[in-house]
């Protein structure tokens, strides 16, 4: 898709190909609201790892407990306490 973004002193104006859809423009609103958002966060390559493995930990005990009563599934141990 190619947007069109042109900025004037009172307005930012953005054109789509007409034949893109409501649905592909809120798309790209949505990832150009990321983009901003994103922008001005000032995140260390520590932080990001911390919260990758805090992410990660969560999978791997969700997906234990939904488990842990399935047949075959019988060697996988899920702590409540985790």
Do not use: C, W
């Amino acid at each position: 898709m190619n947007v069109t973004i042109e900025r004037t002193e009172e307005e930012v104006i953005l054109r789509f190909p007409a034949s893109t859809s409501y649905k592909e423009m809120k798309q790209e609103l949505e990832y150009l609201e990321f983009v901003e958002i994103a922008s001005k966060i000032d995140v260390g390559k520590e932080d990001a790892d911390a919260l990758l493995r805090s992410i990660k930990k969560g999978i791997g005990r969700r997906t234990r407990k939904f488990l842990a009563d399935k047949p075959g599934f019988e060697h996988l141990t899920y702590n409540e306490e985790e």
